[in-house]
């Protein structure tokens, strides 16, 4: 991808799938399995002396007991760039070096979430979402109706559905489950066969629409089909 700023999803998708790496929701992610949390924590030591001076405004890590998450994106502009690209390249080659792989070899693949809110007038109640969470502005997205994201990555992002009228029969907040592209189907059939029902899948494979036996929404959503 020489001379390409930020990458096509499918270009960022194809140039770092088979090393374990999915493109979710603006970002590169996956998980290197651990023996212990003392692992874990070298790992990650590892993976940031890979990275070098680029972590800061890169690299995302999450340590668990026996696992750490590792997630990809340019901070300034909140999107993947060829350079988050060629760090999960470098990454790998570091996990690599430790004998381990990027890539769940068991559990939940990769996800990411979003919380939707239906509103008419967004700008009226993004300053209320902003303040209740604690959340500020998405980097290059401080517009009255752009989303609110957690300044320390813990939470989810929060985005706004402009309605013309107010939703009363459903549920006008509902979850964004942004999967990678190879487990959407599995992931939409396990809530199929848990009771819930497809109402939309109109914009596949973008999103598909479910909802639970009463009605409350979720989109499972991926990358395809938005470059």
Known sequence: MPGEVRPTRQAASDAVGAAGWRYVLGALCTHVRAASPAGAAALAVRITEAVGPDAVTHLQIDLRGDRVLVLLQSADVAAVTVRDVELAVEISAAVR????????????????????????????????????????DEPGATGPTDPLVDPLGQGPAVWFQQMDTARTQRNRIHLDVSVAHDVAAARISAALAAGGRLLSDAAAPSFWVLADAEGNEVCITTWQGRD
């Not at 990411?112 to 239906?118: F, G, P, R, S, T």
């Open 97 to 136: 070096a430790a004998g381990l792989v990027t890539g769940p070899s068991s559990g939940r693949a990769v996800q990411l979430i979003e919380i939707a809110v239906d509103a008419v007038d967004i700008a009226g109640v993004r300053p209320f979402w902003k303040a209740a969470l604690g959340y500020a």
